[in-house]
């Protein structure tokens, strides 16, 4: 029995009683026992919740004791004989036809008397026993599942062939993931890390955030068209003509690789020396690249080098003359 079953059990039979017992005593089965101890049994993590949510407490009975549980032992031998025997000739076609026999033969078994008592099933537990059943909660408990997971070098989970993104500082941890129907939370020493909408459909499909990303792959994920051309409007006109010349000129991937190889170079250079070295490119060149506008920019920088140490190793002059050499270089001061 799958958990899912389990618990849709419990919530059928509280619907059909109207009411929750104070105290559920069920089987030692893995899907609601993870380990049965005489001091305090280890639950399932969704059945502790479904008991959290009826207020109730589950107290499993002891290993290979029946008699823990009398009744219901009981009641299992008839409800075999009584319904299962009875319909063994049945044909159904559909599971929900099948449900209809079985609860109109239940019907029948709790509305028939006794045979050596007056009154019927029905009669005395409305009369002696609904009494007893603590109210049911206004919403009906959600069904959940708890699992493992070991996080990804890609900082994903993988949920049943789909995959989910928690924050990147949890890559090679354990974490634990409570699914219910259209959400999925993960846990990581009790402390919720991630949630995400559920998804369905075509197996293999991601959902990642944005926040749960290293810097750099957050970085990638933002240098689209959209971004660039922005980027290239703040620069100034011809860094914005230049961009949309890369743009249209090659397929997307090939001008998202040049429009990095730019936005490197800019981080070289001041926004003014950029945008003059693009505004000589783009006069020079009918096929404007990043290759010459490299070279630009180094014969531009070289250029300002030699300028700066000419003007360091020149002496001051003395005369206000410009190229005229003076008096003292046709001796007229000598005597």
């Not at 890390?193 to 998804?199: N, P, T």
């Amino acid at each position: 029995m799958k958990s899912a079953n389990w618990l849709k059990a419990h919530i059928h039979a509280f619907d059909y009683f109207g009411g929750v017992t104070e105290t559920l005593v069920p089987d030692n089965l893995k899907t609601g026992v993870i380990k049965a101890q005489r001091e305090e049994s280890i639950l399932n993590e969704a059945y502790r919740e479904l008991a959290d949510h009826y207020r109730t407490v589950i107290v499993p009975s002891r290993v290979r004791k029946p008699k823990d549980k009398p009744t219901a032992e009981g009641s299992v031998g008839y409800a075999s004989r009584q319904i299962i025997a009875a319909l063994r000739n049945a044909q159904c076609f559909h599971i929900t036809e099948l449900n209809q026999y079985i609860f109109e033969k239940l019907e029948e078994i709790n509305t028939t008397d006794f045979q050596k008592r007056p009154g019927s099933r029905k009669k005395v537990f409305e009369e002696e026993e609904k009494s007893t059943l603590q109210q049911l909660p206004q919403t009906r408990f959600k069904m959940m599942e708890w699992k493992t997971a070991k996080v990804q070098l890609n900082y994903h989970i993988q949920v049943e062939r789909m995959y989910y993104s928690v924050p990147y500082e949890y890559v090679r941890e354990s974490v634990d993931i409570r699914l219910t129907t259209d959400l999925i939370e993960v846990y990581f020493k009790e402390a919720r890390i991630a949630s995400h909408k559920r998804l369905k459909g075509e197996i293999g499909q991601f959902s990642t955030k944005v926040d749960h990303m290293p810097d750099h792959h957050r970085s990638y994920l933002e240098h689209n068209p959209e971004n660039n051309v922005k980027w290239a409007a703040a620069m100034g006109p011809s860094t914005e003509k230049y961009v949309a010349y890369i743009l249209e000129n090659n397929v997307e991937k090939k001008a998202l690789n040049i429009l990095s190889t730019l936005q490197n170079i800019a981080r070289k250079f001041t926004t003014e020396e950029l945008e003059q070295a693009i505004t000589t490119l783009l006069e020079i060149s009918t096929t404007p690249s990043n290759t010459v506008l490299k070279g630009i920019l180094e014969r531009k920088k070289k250029s300002l080098k030699t300028q700066e140490s000419a003007a360091k190793t020149q002496p001051a002059s003395t005369e206000s003359h410009g190229f005229t050499r003076g008096a003292s270089y046709f001796g007229r001061d000598k005597k």
